[in-house]
């Protein structure tokens, strides 16, 4: 296999290691994109392939540039690379920002659910109330209006507990595992400047 090389995959977020053959034909990010894919698979989907995972070597910490060619890196059979979130000049701090930012906006989401399905019990209170004081006719204005304002909140309701509160969720698992990542990449850069 003259065109491929054995490297030991690092994924710091999983805390697993994979033997993978990587082509040397194509850029570091084609290799990134085939890597991603692979462990998502091997996961079972735990593994989030984002548009910012990065190759790292797994000696000094350095990410590979995407544009440049296996073949012209220091990647060799045997090499340990590190996938995981590539950050620019962000540091786990900035991160740990945006995790309390979104806990903040769940807490809110929440609390707006909350009340929603306060509202929506009050409206079934006064509705119930409606029917025992007087037969109200299926046509009648009023009727009608808190019929449709009931099944609009409880379609929201639907939405905030099945999409949006889910989706907080994932953000929050996603940026977790980051904040992770950056953690070990920082204790690498670090102990490689104390080891000079």
């Known amino acids: 296999m003259k065109n491929k090389v054995l490297i030991e995959l690092i994924v710091p977020v999983l805390e697993e290691r994979y033997d993978v053959y990587i082509p040397v034909n194509r850029k570091v990010g084609n290799v990134i994109e085939l890597c991603s894919k692979v462990v998502s698979d091997l996961s079972g989907g735990y593994f989030t392939i984002t548009d910012d995972l990065n190759l790292y070597s797994g000696i000094d910490g350095t990410m590979y540039d995407i544009d440049e060619i296996v073949r ?66 299926d046509e009648c204005a009023s009727g009608n209006y808190l019929n449709t304002l009931r099944e609009k909140e409880r379609k929201v309701l639907s939405n905030i507990e099945n999409n949006v509160i889910p989706n907080i969720n994932r953000k929050l698992n996603n940026l977790s595992n980051q904040y992770k990542d950056l953690k070990i990449k920082e ?9 000079g």
């Open 187 to 195: 204790q690498l850069e670090s102990e490689v400047n104390i080891n």
């Open 72 to 137: 012209k890196t220091n990647i060799r059979n045997g090499s340990k690379l590190i996938l995981m979130w590539g950050w620019g000049k962000m540091n786990s701090n900035d991160i740990a920002n945006k995790i309390n930012q979104y806990r903040n906006i769940l807490n809110k989401v929440i609390s707006i659910k909350n009340n929603m399905s306060l509202s929506i019990q009050c409206l079934d209170n006064i509705t119930e109330l409606q029917d025992k004081c007087y037969k109200r006719d």
